[in-house]
Nanobody, 124 residues
């Protein structure tokens, strides 16, 4: 599976962005699709995840209520709608895919497939 992330950019605090992650190959119904982010000098942190086959979603506490993950099966694409952005949301955002179990879906090492990352910068 090849993943292509896009949609990053520079936005003022309080603004919105929508990230897209297009999968180039068949996406198994058993896959979990996720977004992670990595700020300079920090670890890659979980942001949100969604089951490709269902509607279950998971969020990091820091983004709950502000970010929404969704997927469009027809377009083989996962989205991350980010509202009420804060300067601390500044990071490179990565999409990921893989067959993961519930207890590990927030761990980056559980995902074998990764996109190239897209920069999100939120100015204060």
């Amino acid at each position: 599976v090849q993943l292509q992330a896009s949609g990053g950019g520079l936005v003022q605090a309080g603004g919105s962005l929508r990230l897209s992650c297009a999968a180039s190959d068949y996406t198994s119904s058993s896959y979990t699709m996720a977004w992670f982010r990595q700020a300079p000098g920090k670890a890659r942190d979980f942001v949100a995840a969604i089951k490709w086959s269902g509607t279950n979603t998971w969020y990091a506490d820091s983004v709950k209520g502000r970010f929404t993950i969704s997927r469009d099966k027809a377009k083989n694409t996962v989205y991350l709608q980010m509202n009420s952005l804060k300067p601390e949301d500044t990071a490179v955002y990565y999409c990921a895919a893989g067959r993961v179990i519930l207890s590990t879906l927030r761990l980056a090492q559980g995902y074998p497939y990764w996109g190239q990352g897209t920069q999100v910068t939120v100015s204060s």
